[in-house]
Structures are given as structure tokens and as C-alpha cells.
């Protein structure tokens, strides 16, 4: 995303966007038709219990059955709707509409709400048909931005990188702004257009939208709650934006605590956990004690049982148990760090002011210990082993297998690690497949762009330095270090891991190509504009004849460098088998973990599917068996 696509879109919002017409029309509760009490209405109301402390403040809608106000008091300016009806307060649990043991100040209530036993609610707006059942306070100042506006200092956290921030952002606005410090002239307007979107969301009272349910919970304050969305034992939710729909509601439950931070549709903040001056972009879920606090965290991640400091992390990462992140900048998401890891060394005893840029799909180990500053952008889907100890460094192999050291090797520092370049395609090409499988069929959220191809342009380009990096090596020997070969950061590599790298680097920049032709081939086949005569002229000159399509340019010039004497036939041939060793590759990695238990755990093949039967060896099998047949139909 450029810095024009940036400002077109939050300018763009301003204008359309769905979260700013739907504050506005909240307002429109306050202007139903109401008609001020009779006497007689006043008088009823007071036989079921009801005091207030201004009658005439007091407006209903005609249709209201006043039976259904019971035991409250009102005080300043309320709107009443037509209460009639049941609702469901839980499943298979309803209750009559109404308002019941409560407080009411100066708040707009819509139709067939339910509110009992609140103790205040005060200065909201209450849309149709919603429910605020068994809470503490519900109050709003006069001036509720809702969390919007914010500077979270995202990857810095002393700040210099900071993101305001506003309902509806997105990762990649955010890592624009966020790695865009040079550019005065984009972080000006870019502030300019956020403060027009929070001009249109500022309201001059807190808002439950309709069908939203506040059940349990001590503390609303200064709040808005999108429509469906479910607050239930929550411990505070205060100066929040809690956008929801039918199809996507948003949780906040079982003692949650939720302050000056935007939540987006269908994510989940739960059981005990902490979101504090953030934002979950949409589908995310923090939960079982998580606590992130001026962080901005992408769709579909997961974060529970640890902590998230200052950071603006991307999809699909997966946080477990007692684990730190701490001023990462991670827009490219896909990752996953495991227990125990301490990914936070941003303090080197003078200020916290050091940095962390992961990467795309980067697995921190068990018990890691990563130092900042560090760079992992060019070394995308890299493992960084259990307990490794990782120095401040600038790594550029992409899937790489980062380790403690084997051995104390004469002439290298003991504080390096060993780094086993392209080892992640070589050896472990099951968790690629998988993930990218995985991360497809995962995948809720609407609004997000979400790339979940692994081998494409900008991976490629990487591994294609990385493997010339390797081969220009002027004098071969045992061990190599960064002094050797740039980019291997703070650790050493061996010969035999230099010579396998080359070949696991070779193998799929190959595979991507050629992956490229049978998809060219396949268009040219099925181009409503192409005669049979037309297509096999195509297929004669495909490999030579440049196009606008980037895409393939780039596929079409890896094949004329990777295999200049090859014709279409033979390289497509060559992917069949190239598929049937991938297959082959990926069953093997997952076998490794069948030996590995049979060799240590007695009844391991009892209780553990074999390799061959795990679902997606037998998806692989069955997607080359595919691929080949598709083929086998291109060639005829």
C-alpha cells in the first residue's frame, strides 16, 4: 500500500463508511415520536414503584405499556419506546421488554429494550431491541470518542513510530504510517484525514446499539457498543468501540477489562484478559489472562497466556503461553511464538528504545531469547529453535533453521548460533504446506487483505538473493560467518549447509516457475478469444514472447535462467515430478515425528495416526495426483 492508496482510503471512510453512519443514525432514537406523561400516566407509574425526579422530563412513546416499567427512577431528560414483547437475555432464556430496578439518567431508550437491576445508566443512547441486564454503572461523558484518536507507539516504545488511530484501520494503513517517518508530508495528512473521521464518530453520548447485550458487568463508561455484540462479566469496558454485526458479533466476557481501545468485528477479548490503548483488528481474540496494551494486533491472531507491549503485529500469528512481545513491527503476520519466549530485549539499560521487525512467518521456539535490535524481514518463514539465544543481528536467508550451536568451533564466538539456510524447504516443507492450507480455510475476516501464497514475487526475489549470496562464496570452507557471507546475522553456517541451501533454494525458485507455466498455459487453453490453431502457436514461442502480465514475466525470465533448454513438454514434466517429490517430502517430514515417538513413547503408534493417514499427507497425495492429471490434459 503507497501513500496515496493510504489517504484514499481513510478520506475515502469519511465519506462511506458504515461505522460513521451507523453512530449517526443512533442519534435518531432521541427523535421518536414521544409524547409527554398525563397524569394518569404519572400516577401508574408511580403505583409500580417508579419515582422520577422531574415527571415532565419524562417522554413515551404512545404505544409504550407502562406495566413494564417497574421500580426505577428517572432523573433529567429520558425518551421511553414501545416496549412490548419478549427478548432473550441467553439461550432459550426470555424475558418481558421492559425497564426494571433501575437507575435512568438522562439517556434515549429505545424500542423493546430490556433494562433490569442497573444501577445507572446515564447519558446513552439505547438502540432497539437491546439488552442491559444485571450491571453496575453505564455512564458517558459529554464529548465520547470512543477510543478513536489515540497515538499507540507501535515498535518504539518510547515513541517515533506512533499510529493514530481510528474505527475502521487496517494493518496495512498502520505499518504505512508506522514505517513511513521521512514522509512529513503523508504523516501530516494522514493525521489531518483521522481527525476529520473522529469529528464524525465524536458523539455527545455513549451509544448500545440495537440488539447489543450488556449483561454482568460493573463498569461501561464513555463507551460504544455495535450492534449484536455481547458484554457479559466483564470487569470494565471504558472509552471502547466495540464494533459488531449479526453475522460477525463481537465478545467481551468472563472478566474481561477493555480501556480506551478499539475492538473490531467478531473479535473476542475473554477470560480475564487485558486490552489496553489498542486495537484487535477484525476476527482476533485475546484470551485466558493475554494482556496487550498499545498494540495494534491483525486479523485472526490469537494471543493468550502472555503479554504484548508496543506492537503492530499481522494475521495468523499464534501466541501461547506465557510468552513476550515487546516493540515488534510484524505487519507480515503468519507466525507463531511459543511458550516461555522472551521477545522483548528492547532495553539496553539506557532507554526501551530499540526495535524488533520479525518477518513474514517467523516460528520463535520454546524459551527463546531474542536481543534488539533484529531485522528477520528477508528471512521470512525462519524457525528460531528452542532456548536459542539470538544476538542483535540482520538475517536475510529466507527459511532458515536458526539453532544453538552443535559445537565450540575455533575462531567464532560462542554467543553465535548456527544457521542451516532454505533448511524449512528441505526438511520441513510440511509446515509450509500446511499453513498456507491452513491459514485459507481459517480465515474470517472480510475486510483484511490477507496474501496466503507462500512462493510468490517478493519471496522468490529473497530466495534468489539468499541462493546467490551462497554461491559467490570466493573460497570454500568448513565454517562460514558474516564475515564470509553477508546476511547470515550473528551466527555461523557450515559447508554442508551452505551446499544444501543452494539445492533447497534451487529446487522450489524452479517450482515457482514452472507452478507460473502451467497456470499461463492453462489461460491461453481456456481464452474464450483462442482457436485451437492459435493456442498451439502460443505454446511455441510462450517461453520467449514477453507479455503485460508481471506476474508471468517474472515466472517466464526464472525459467529461461533456471532452464534454457527446456521446451514446454519437458518442463512440464518436469513439475510432475518435482510435485511427486514435494508430496513425497511432505509425508516424510511428518514421518520423522512417527519415529521419533516410536523410539521414545512404547504405545506411540497406538495412540498416533501413522504419517500416511494424517489428512494433509493425503490432501498433498491427492492435489499431485491432480495436478498431474491437469497436466497429462494440457499436453494433449
Known amino acids: 500500500m503507497d501513500s496515496k492508496e493510504v489517504l484514499a482510503e481513510l478520506n475515502g471512510l469519511i465519506n462511506k463508511s458504515e461505522v460513521i453512519k451507523k453512530v449517526k443514525e443512533a442519534s435518531k432514537v432521541a427523535k421518536k415520536a414521544t409524547i409527554s406523561l398525563t397524569k394518569a400516566q404519572m400516577d401508574e407509574l408511580r403505583s409500580n414503584s417508579n419515582c422520577a425526579a422531574d415527571w415532565k422530563a419524562i417522554k413515551i412513546a404512545k404505544e409504550t405499556d407502562l406495566s413494564r416499567i417497574r421500580g426505577c427512577y428517572f432523573s433529567g431528560e429520558v425518551t421511553i419506546g414501545k416496549l412490548s414483547g419478549d427478548v432473550e437475555v441467553s439461550k432459550d432464556v426470555k424475558l418481558p421488554s421492559g425497564i426494571y430496578n433501575s437507575v435512568i439518567v438522562d439517556s434515549n431508550i429505545g424500542d423493546n429494550v430490556l433494562i433490569q437491576d442497573v444501577k445507572t445508566l446515564s447519558n446513552y443512547i439505547v438502540d432497539d431491541g437491546a439488552i ?72 455527545a453520548k455513549g451509544i448500545i446499539e440495537e440488539g447489543a447485550r450488556v449483561k454482568n458487568t460493573n463498569k461501561v463508561v464513555d463507551s460504544y457498543v455495535g450492534p449484536h455484540a455481547l458484554i457479559d462479566g466483564a470487569i470494565l469496558v471504558k472509552n471502547a468501540m466495540i464494533l459488531s454485526n449479526k453475522e460477525e458479533e463481537t465478545e467481551i466476557s468472563d472478566g474481561a477489562y477493555v480501556k480506551n481501545s478499539i475492538v473490531q468485528w467478531g473479535c473476542e477479548v475473554t477470560s480475564m484478559a487485558i486490552v489496553a490503548n489498542s486495537v484487535l483488528v477484525e476476527h482476533s481474540h485475546v484470551e485466558r489472562h493475554g494482556k496487550v496494551t498499545d498494540s495494534i494486533i491483525g486479523a485472526n491472531t490469537g494471543i493468550a497466556e502472555g503479554e504484548v507491549t508496543a506492537c503492530l503485529v499481522g494475521p495468523f500469528v499464534g501466541f501461547h503461553h506465557q510468552s513476550l512481545l515487546i516493540a515488534a513491527f510484524w505487519p507480515e503476520g503468519k507466525g507463531n511464538i511459543g511458550y516461555g519466549a522472551n521477545v522483548g530485549s ?10 524488533l521487525w520479525p518477518g513474514e512467518g517467523i516460528f520463535f521456539g520454546l524459551g527463546v531469547n531474542i536481543k534488539f535490535p533484529s531485522d528477520f524481514t528477508k528471512a521470512p518463514y525462519t524457525i528460531i529453535a528452542t532456548a536459542v539465544n539470538a544476538l542483535p543481528q540482520k538475517v536475510t536467508f529466507p527459511f532458515s533453521l536458526i539453532n544453538s550451536p552443535a559445537e565450540r568451533i575455533n ?151 533456471e532452464l534454457p533448454n527446456n521446451g514446454v513438454e519437458e518442463s512440464l514434466r518436469l513439475l510432475i515430478a518435482m510435485q511427486e517429490k514435494i508430496a513425497n517430502d511432505v509425508q516424510v517430514s511428518k514421518e520423522k ?32 495426483l491432480q495436478l498431474k492429471n491437469e497436466i497429462e490434459a494440457l499436453l494433449k
Open 411 to 561: 575462531g567464532v564466538s560462542p554467543a553465535y548460533n548456527e544457521i542451516m539456510p532454505a533448511w524449512v524447504l528441505s526438511d520441513n516443507i510440511f509446515t509450509i504446506r500446511r499453513n498456507e492450507g491452513k491459514y485459507r480455510k481459517r480465515n474470517k475476516a472480510k475486510r483484511a487483505k490477507i496474501e496466503f501464497e507462500v512462493f510468490r514475487p517478493e519471496i522468490v526475489n529473497m530466495m534468489l538473493d539468499a541462493r546467490k549470496k551462497l554461491q559467490d562464496v570466493k573460497e570454500k570452507k568448513a565454517v562460514y560467518t558474516d564475515k564470509d557471507i553477508k546476511g547470515i546475522g550473528k551466527n555461523y553456517m557450515t559447508e554442508e549447509s551452505r551446499a544444501a541451501g543452494i539445492e533447497a533454494y534451487a529446487f522450489y525458485i524452479k517450482y515457482y516457475a514452472l507452478m507460473g507455466l502451467k497456470k499461463h498455459l492453462e489461460g491461453v487453453r481456456h481464452s474464450p478469444q483462442r482457436k485451437a490453431e492459435a493456442v498451439s502457436d502460443t505454446c511455441k514461442d510462450i517461453l520467449t514472447k514477453k507479455t503485460d502480465d508481471s506476474r508471468w514475466e517474472h515466472e517466464r525470465n526464472i525459467l529461461n535462467r
Open 132 to 203: 442491559l441486564f444485571n450491571c453496575g454503572i453505564i455512564s458517558a461523558g459529554k464529548e465520547n470518542t470512543f477510543g478513536n484518536g489515540a497515538e499507540l507507539p507501535i515498535a518504539i516504545e518510547t515513541g517515533g513510530r506512533e499510529v493514530k488511530t481510528y474505527a475502521e484501520i487496517t494493518i496495512e494503513v498502520a505499518a504505512k504510517i508506522a514505517s513511513s517517518r521521512a514522509d512529513k508530508e503523508l504523516l501530516k495528512s494522514y493525521s489531518d484525514a483521522a481527525d476529520k473521521y473522529i469529528a464524525q464518530i465524536k458523539r
Open 346 to 355: 528492547n532495553h539496553t539499560s539506557k532507554a526501551p528504545d530499540q526495535e
Open 593 to 624: 515425528d512417527d519415529i521419533r515417538g516410536s523410539r521414545i513413547i512404547p504405545d506411540y503408534p497406538q495412540a498416533h495416526a501413522p504419517a500416511a493417514e494424517d489428512g494433509f499427507v493425503k490432501q498433498t497425495h491427492a492435489e499431485t
